[in-house]
C-alpha cells in the first residue's frame, strides 16, 4: 500500500487527476452501462466530457493519451470493481476528450479457437489506444464524439 502513495505522489498534478477521474469513472461507466446501456452511457459522458476547447499546452498530444491510458489501466487494476474492455474504453474515451483532445471509440471482433469475442478501445489520429492489447481482426464502424 506505502507503494502505490509512494507512486502515485511521484506523479504530476495532470497524471493524479487522471488516476482520480479513472477511479471514479471505471465504476460510474460500469454501473451505468448496466443499468441504461450502451448508447444513453455514451451520450451521457458525451455531454458531461465535451471535447475541452482550450488550448492544448503543456504536454504533447502522445503524452496526454500515454498518461491517461497509464491512469486508466491503472484504476482498472487497482479500482474498488473488474472492469472490460468497454468501461476501460469509455473513461479513456472520456478523459481524452476533458484534456481537449478529439478520440474515436471503436469496436471490433474475431473468432479464437471457434469463440467469437468483441472488444472496444480507443483512437487518437488514427493511433490505437488499448488498455487491454488486445489484437481485433475485424473493426466495425467507429463512435466519433459527434457520432449519434
Known sequence: ????????????DRERWLLIGALVLLPAAKFSLAVGGFN???KAFQIVFPVASRPLNGPST???ADAAMR???SAALNGVCRTKCLHD???LWALLRREGLNPTLRFGARRQDGVFEAHAWVELDSLRLDTRADNVEAPFVPFGSGSA
Open 62 to 64: 502522445e503524452q496526454r
Open 1 to 12: 500500500m506505502l507503494r502505490k502513495l509512494k507512486r502515485f505522489w511521484a506523479r504530476s
Open 40 to 42: 444513453r452511457t455514451r
Open 89 to 91: 474504453s469509455l473513461v
Open 71 to 73: 491512469s486508466v489501466r
